[in-house]
C-alpha cells in the first residue's frame, strides 16, 4: 500500500530544523532520531586494495579495524549517539554472505561500543545497486537484481538495523540528459523512469526489512544530483542546471517513503530537507565534513536541517593525527557538539541562519538548498499528483526561487549562468503537464538507452 | 579559405545544419576530405577544446559542437575512406574490472572524436583479458583505462600487466584516469600517463602520439 503526501508533515518552517522531526524514530541500539540531538554517521570504506577471494581475510580485518576505531574514537569523545555507515563495494554486494560477514564484524563492534559505555548506536548498511552492469540496464530481473535483493536479505539477517541503497534506475538517460544539458531528458529520467523503478524496488526493500524487524532508511539521487554537482564542480555544467536537477531529484527519493520507508534518509541525498518537510521522517546529510570524499559549494547549508551529520566516505588510511576514519569522526563529532548546543540553549535558529546565510548567497546550489526554498519545494510537490507532474513542479519552483533570488540580490549569476537558467526556464514551461504526451519523444531520443521492460512500460 | 573558417565557426557555435550544409558544399566545390577535416572540424574542435579548458563553454555547449562534428563525418567519413585516409590515431577505451562508472570515460571518448581520434569503446567492467583480446583486434595506439573506486583501480594495473604478459606491451601506450588516479599511482603501476579530466585526455594523447597540434 502507498502512501500519498498531500500535505506537509513540517508546515512551518520556522520548525524544520536540525536534530528535530515530527517524527522520531528509535533504532539500533537505543539511537533515537530527531528527537532533539544530532548525532554523527561516520561512513567509511577501504584504503586501495584488492578486493577477492584470494584476499578476503585482509578485507575482514580492515573492518575489524575500523570498528575497533570507532570504538576506541568514541569512547574518547563520548558523542551521545552514532550512527556508522557500511557502504557494500560491488564485489561485496555480487557476493551477498561478503556483506553480511561484514555487517556482522561491525554490528559486534557497536554492541561492545554500546555495552561498555552506554553510547547509544546503530548500523546502516547499503548494498551497491549493481543492476547497470548490462547496457541497458536490466531492473527487473537477471542475476544483478537476485544478489541485489539477496544482499539486503542477508545484510538485514546480520543485524543491520537500517538499510539504504543509492539507486540508479533512470540514471542511463539521466547521465545522457545531463551531458547533454536537456532538461526534458532530466525531467523525464527522474519524473518517470526513476519513480517508476523506485517504486517497484522500494516495494521489495520495505518487504524485506519488515521481514527482519530493521528500519527501512531511504534513498539517494547521488546519481543523478551528485554527479550533477560535481560536474558543475569542475566547470563542466552550469551551477543552476545542477541546482534544478537536485530539486527535481527529491520527487524519485520520496517514493521509497510512499513505498514505506521511514528514514533516516541516506547521507548523500541532498534533497533530504524536502523529504524531512514532506515526511517528517529524520534525515541524515553531509556537507563541509565530506571533503575528505568530495568537494561541494554546500558545505554549510547542507546541515541545517539534518538528524545524522555525516562525512560521506573515508578511507581507512593513515593522516598525521591518526587513523583518517578516526580524525573525520572526531570532526563530525565537533560538528554535533554545536548542533546539540545550539539545541539546548535555544539558540538553534541563530546557528541555523548562520548555516545557511554563510552559504546560499554565493552559489545557486546552496540557494535551493536552504530552509525558504526546501518549504517552496516541498509545497509545490505535495501540491501536484503524480510523480512526473510533482518532478516537473519541483524544476520549476527551483528556476523561479533562483530567478527571484537574482532578481532580489541574494544571488549572483554570472552571464553564461544566466543564460541557462532563461532557457531552462522557457524549456520547463513548454513541458506537457501529462507524461503520456512527452513518452513518444523521450522514446525516440532515448530510446536505445532504457529498456521498456525495466521500467513496466 | 574563407569556407573552412566559417565551417570551424559554425562547429564551435554548435550549428548542426550549418556544418552540414557547408560541408557538402565544400566537397562538391572539391576541397580535398582531409583538409575540410583538418582545417575546419579538427581545427573547429580544438578551439571548442580550448574554450571549455578556460571555462568558456560547458559540456552541452561542447557536445553540440561534436554532434555538429559528427553529422559532418556523416559526409566525410566514406570519402576519406575512399582517399585511404587514416584517422590520427585509434583510441581504445575501456573502465577496468569491477567498475561500473562510465560518464567521464564517455567524456573522454567525445572529446577526443572531436580532435579527429577514431574511438572503440570497450565499455565497463571490463576483464584484463578482454582488454587483452580487444588490443589485439583494433590494434589500437593508445589504450584508455578508467577507474573510479579506490578498490578497482588496482585493476589498472592487473590489466597492464595481462598485456605485458601477452606480448602487446610494446604495442601500446596506456592512459590512465578517473577520480582515484594519480601520475604518481601512473608511474607505479607502469603506465605512460594519467589525465585529470577529458579535456587534458586529449592534450596526453596528442603528448603521447607525438603530435604537435
Not at chain 1, 551551477?239 to 548523500?268: I, Q
Request: aromatic share 6%; proline share 5%; with cysteine.
Amino acid at each position: 500500500m502507498r502512501t500519498i503526501f498531500k500535505t506537509l508533515a513540517i508546515p512551518d518552517q520556522q520548525q524544520l530544523m536540525f536534530g528535530r522531526t515530527p517524527k522520531p524514530l528509535t533504532c539500533g541500539f537505543g539511537l533515537k532520531l530527531g528527537n532533539g540531538q544530532v548525532y554523527p554517521e561516520l561512513n567509511f570504506t577501504l584504503p586501495t586494495m584488492r578486493l577477492e577471494e584470494t584476499n578476503w581475510g585482509a578485507v575482514v580485518a580492515q573492518y575489524e579495524e575500523i570498528g575497533s576505531i570507532i570504538e576506541r574514537a568514541a569512547a574518547r569523545l563520548k558523542p551521545p549517539g552514532l550512527m556508522a555507515e557500511f557502504e557494500l563495494l560491488p564485489p561485496m554486494t555480487e557476493h551477498p554472505s561478503w556483506g553480511a560477514e561484514l555487517t556482522a564484524v561491525l554490528l559486534r563492534h557497536l554492541e561492545h561500543l554500546h555495552q561498555e559505555t552506554g553510547i547509544a548506536c546503530a548500523l546502516r548498511v547499503t548494498p551497491t545497486d549493481i543492476r547497470d552492469v548490462t547496457k541497458p540496464p536490466a531492473l527487473r530481473s537477471g542475476k544483478p537484481l537476485e544478489l541485489l535483493l539477496e544482499s539486503f536479505e542477508q545484510c538485514a539477517a546480520a543485524g543491520a538495523h537500517v538499510l539504504s541503497i543509492e539507486s540508479v534506475g533512470g540514471k542511463e538517460v539521466h547521465d545522457e540528459a545531463l551531458l547533454y544539458g536537456d532538461i526534458e531528458g532530466v525531467i523525464f529520467a527522474l519524473g518517470v523512469l526513476a519513480s517508476r523503478d523506485m517504486e517497484f524496488l522500494w516495494e521489495k526493500i520495505v518487504g524485506t526489512c519488515s521481514k527482519h524487524n530493521v528500519v527501512p532508511g531511504g534513498d539517494s539521487a547521488c546519481g543523478f544530483a551528485n554527479t550533477a554537482m560535481q560536474l558543475a564542480g569542475q566547470g563542466m555544467l552550469p551551477e543552476v542546471l545542477a541546482s534544478v536537477v537536485r530539486a527535481a531529484s527529491c520527487v524519485r527519493s520520496l517514493v521509497a517513503y510512499e513505498c514505506g520507508a521511514f528514514g533516516p534518509s541516506k547521507d548523500c541525498a541532498y534533497e533530504g530537507p524536502v523529504i524531512k518537510a514532506i515526511t517528517g521522517a529524520p534525515i541524515a546529510m553531509e556537507g563541509k565534513s565530506a571533503s575528505c570524499a568530495h568537494f561541494s559549494p554546500v558545505g554549510n547549508v547542507a546541515a541545517a536541517m539534518c538528524d545524522l551529520w555525516s562525512n560521506e566516505s573515508v578511507q581507512n588510511v593513515r593522516l598525521l593525527s591518526g587513523p583518517a576514519p578516526e580524525a573525520y569522526f572526531e570532526l563530525l563529532v565537533y560538528d554535533c557538539r554545536l548542533f546539540n548546543q545550539a539545541l539546548e540553549t535555544k539558540t538553534e535558529t541563530m546557528y541555523q541562519n548562520l548555516l545557511v546565510s554563510s552559504d546560499i548567497h554565493l552559489s545557486p546550489q546552496a540557494f535551493v538548498l536552504s530552509p525558504e526554498s526546501t518549504m517552496r519545494i516541498a509545497t509545490a510537490v505535495v501540491k501536484e499528483s503524480g510523480h512526473y507532474a510533482q518532478t516537473l513542479a519541483a524544476a520549476k519552483e527551483a528556476t523561479s526561487l533562483l530567478s527571484e533570488g537574482v532578481r532580489h540580490k541574494e544571488l549572483q549569476l554570472n552571464s553564461r549562468e544566466t543564460e541557462w537558467l532563461e532557457r531552462m526556464t522557457r524549456e520547463l514551461d513548454a513541458l506537457p503537464s501529462d507524461e503520456q504526451e512527452m513518452l513518444a519523444t523521450m522514446q525516440e531520443r532515448y530510446g536505445h538507452l532504457f529498456a521498456d521492460d525495466s521500467y513496466g512500460f | 579559405m574563407k569556407e573552412l573558417q566559417d565551417l570551424a565557426r559554425f562547429l564551435e557555435q554548435g550549428e548542426s545544419q550549418k556544418v552540414l550544409a557547408l560541408t557538402q558544399q565544400l566537397v562538391d566545390s572539391g576541397v580535398p576530405p582531409q583538409t575540410i577535416l583538418n582545417d575546419g572540424l579538427i581545427a573547429g574542435m580544438a578551439v571548442v577544446g580550448e574554450k571549455m579548458r578556460n571555462g568558456e563553454m560547458y559540456l552541452p555547449e561542447v557536445l553540440q559542437s561534436a554532434g555538429a562534428m559528427k553529422a559532418s563525418l556523416r559526409i566525410l567519413q566514406p570519402l576519406l575512406a575512399r582517399e585511404g585516409a587514416q584517422s590520427r590515431g585509434k583510441i581504445l577505451i575501456g573502465t577496468v574490472k569491477g567498475d561500473m562508472h562510465d560518464i567521464g570515460k564517455n567524456l573522454v571518448g567525445i572529446m577526443l572524436q572531436g580532435a579527429g581520434f577514431e574511438i572503440v569503446d570497450i565499455g565497463l567492467n571490463v576483464e584484463p583479458q578482454k582488454f587483452v583480446a580487444a588490443i589485439a583486434e583494433h590494434t589500437p595506439a593508445i589504450v584508455g583505462l578508467s577507474a573510479m573506486l579506490t578498490t578497482t583501480m588496482l585493476n589498472m594495473k592487473t590489466t597492464i600487466d595481462a598485456v605485458a604478459a601477452a606480448g602487446l606491451r610494446s604495442n601500446v601506450k596506456i592512459l590512465i584516469g578517473g577520480a582515484p588516479a594519480s601520475q604518481k599511482f601512473a608511474d607505479e603501476i607502469g603506465a605512460d600517463g594519467y589525465s585529470r579530466d577529458a579535456v587534458l585526455a586529449v592534450d596526453k594523447v596528442k603528448q603521447l602520439l607525438g603530435h604537435t597540434s
